[in-house]
């Protein structure tokens, strides 16, 4: 058995964090098994258009092929789907549509003599709708969850207030209470919830990917016991939840620092260990003119040296995606990049993991996104949290109140990039005033018990993911659980 070809059939969701992160696992169990081989299947994004960070990403990842991982990108069917369904409907039906695609590929790949046995289907965590694609081949499915364990378990008690209790979700939403969740420790106000579940469609899409999540074999996720202790043991004690793989941190820790310009490095060197703000909001984060002035004059006013990734919302509704300016000054108050010349830099685009591991900085405004808050926690930086849109405000409710490691902006702050219509029903858009940003970030660059918190952390994910480490013997696990598949195929 132990030379038997053994393939796995990677199917990531179209976002560069999705895909990023399902990169990083394939690379690990190919390292860690000479008999593993794995076929990434590559959706592309909806309506991105070319020169999109994510669309770039994608072509590089079709012209390599690392060893013993390949990547084919999927065709895409030309006929838009329905221009009236919400956007948590459009993107379950985008996925759907490719199953027919995925199908292909397996049934040429089992007719491909000398090719192995292919011994599992990991499909990410909005991708459920391919478990019938492999139930099809007698081919075990694993679901990569590329989020948190505590909101895994948060999706799965939704799902079961809703189905077995038969709780009115959306108005328990707009309760202004608060809910004990058994993956945390502390109870969980309905003001974090995420934004997906503010409507029925996306509460739909939300129940339907939770349902299906219970289907599978094993559910892999991107965390480490000693950060989720709780909530790992929570769902390993659930008998009507699949075994949980955690697995992390899994990061890129190769992102290309030399992408960003040589002045900003020069500059970074020269400072003072620790003494620098990095606020970075991730590949959707971008704020209107109004919010990015209260955060220049909160800058400003504290006094912190600083890099501002600062991007420019999309100039229309089909790209989704922010951009860099041509010139920051137009959205920033007058004189400010002159007057803090000295102290801080606003750039457009940043490689993240090339500025978190420099040692000059020293704290992190953050979106929560779980990729860059496990990055922060390597390195050993402590985060701010500002939440924007999807599970982010779970993730930073986690981080601040349930764990103690980073400090707040504002938990509750929810701008949803994909459905405008949740936006449009506000009475008034949210701003987060001078004041309260200039606050966390004195908190975040002043509080010693976080940053003492954070450094241990950052011994602790590493520790993991070596040999003796917990998420180390977790992928041992994974792998025997694939093997063994072999001779039940």
């Given amino acids: 058995m132990a030379n038997t070809p053994a393939n796995l059939i990677f199917i990531p969701a179209p976002g560069v964090g999705h895909i990023m992160s399902t990169v990083e696992i394939a690379k690990l169990l190919v390292n860690r098994d000479k008999n593993l081989a794995i076929t990434v299947l590559i959706i592309n994004p909806p309506s991105l258009g070319s020169g999109s960070a994510i669309t770039t990403y994608i072509e590089s990842l079709a012209k390599k092929s690392l060893n013993r991982i390949s990547f084919l990108e999927l065709p895409q069917d030309e ?93 328990l939403i707009h309760s202004d209470t608060e809910v004990l969740v058994p993956c945390f420790i502390k109870q969980v106000p309905t003001k974090v919830f995420p934004t997906v579940i503010q409507t029925k469609e996306g509460l739909d899409f939300l129940m339907w990917s939770a349902c299906r999540l219970r289907e599978v ?13 709780h909530a790992i043991e929570s769902l390993s004690t659930d008998n009507t939840i699949p075994p949980v793989y955690p697995v992390g941190p899994l990061l890129n820790l190769e992102d290309d620092g030399k992408l960003l310009a040589d002045d900003v490095i020069s500059w970074l060197d020269c400072q003072p260990t620790s003494s620098v703000v990095f606020l970075c909001f ?60 000295g102290i801080g830099k606003v750039i457009g685009w940043a490689p993240q993991v090339a500025l978190l591991g420099h040692q000059a900085i020293g704290g992190f405004v953050s979106h929560c996104g779980w990729n860059s808050l496990l990055e922060s926690l390597w390195f050993g930086v402590p985060t701010v949290a500002w939440p924007i849109y999807a599970e982010q405000q ?14 707040e902006i504002k938990l509750d702050y929810k701008r949803n990039v994909w459905d405008k219509a949740i936006d449009a029903h506000k009475d008034h858009t949210v701003i987060v005033t001078t004041d309260e940003i200039e606050c966390g970030i004195r908190r975040l660059m002043e509080d010693k018990e976080v940053r003492t ?13 070596v040999e003796g480490g917990s998420s180390y013997a977790s992928v041992g696990r994974l792998i025997q659980d694939f093997m063994g598949n072999i001779s039940g195929i």
């Fill in 79 to 171: 006929t838009p789907l329905g221009d009236s369904m919400s956007s948590s409907a459009f993107y379950k039906e985008y996925i759907i549509s490719h199953c027919k695609y995925v199908r292909n590929v397996v049934s040429d790949m089992i007719d491909r003599s000398g090719s192995g046995v292919i011994v599992g289907f990991v499909i990410d965590m909005f991708c459920t709708c391919m478990i019938d694609v492999a139930n099809e081949f007698h081919i075990p499915t694993y679901v990569f969850f590329t989020s948190n364990a505590a909101f895994l378990g948060f999706e799965l008690y939704i799902q079961t207030l809703c189905d077995d209790q038969n709780q009115d979700v959306i108005e």
């Fill in 217 to 229: 074999k094993a559910i892999i996720v991107n965390t480490y016991f000693e950060l989720e202790k």
């Fill in 282 to 341: 991730g590949s959707m984060g971008s704020f209107d003119e109004i919010q990015v002035k209260e955060i220049a004059r909160a800058l400003e006013q504290s006094g912190y040296r600083f890099v501002w990734s600062l991007r420019r919302p999309p100039s229309d509704q089909a790209s989704k995606v922010p951009s860099d300016y041509k010139d920051p000054s137009v959205v920033l108050p007058e004189g400010f990049l002159e007057r803090t010349a």
């Fill in 394 to 407: 779970i993730n930073a409710f986690e981080m601040v109140v349930e764990l103690g490691l980073a400090v």
């Fill in 453 to 465: 918190k954070v450094k241990e952390m950052s011994d602790k994910s590493r520790a993991a993911v």
